[in-house]
């Protein structure tokens, strides 16, 4: 018997994508989240930029929309590596930090426009992917 690294013996391996360090770096060198999704959009990370800086300026519906597109974006990535919907995500891996914060970010906005229920799908998404995330991105 094998351990995954969230402990759970029969439950599928974690699954680590693989990022864009294009658009990653050109983030952490202050390019404009709106250019680096125009350049990469398939990447998470830029459309969860966006909807982050969106949050901070209490723009719900248009941090709603980046978000989506973010996580959608993610949840391709995700199927393309194995995931079946169910399985560990972790953050600690930096390739699937721009998901994740896509999922936060769309959690913010649901709450901001009074979308109970997609506050609540978006939590338990998080919870299942790593218990750790909602802590990290400032939901837990």
């Keep these: 018997m094998f351990m995954t690294s ?4 029969l439950g599928p391996q974690p699954t680590l994508l693989p990022g864009d360090e294009e658009a990653e770096s050109e983030l952490l060198n202050n390019r404009d989240p709106e250019h680096v999704a125009a350049s990469h959009p398939s990447a998470s990370i830029a459309w969860a930029a966006l909807a982050e800086r969106a949050l901070d300026q209490d723009q719900f519906v248009t941090a709603y929309a980046f978000a989506r597109t973010g996580y959608h974006r993610g949840l391709d990535q995700l199927r393309r590596n194995g995931w079946k919907g169910f399985g560990p995500v972790p ?38 992917c790593d218990p750790r995330a909602a802590e990290a991105l400032d939901l837990g």
Excluded: P, T
């Design 6 to 9: 969230f402990g759970d013996l």
């Design 91 to 128: 953050w600690s891996h930096e390739g699937n930090q721009g998901f994740l914060r896509a999922v936060a970010a769309l959690a913010k906005a649901a709450r901001g426009i009074g979308e109970g229920e997609e506050y609540a799908r978006c939590l338990d998404l998080l919870e299942d």
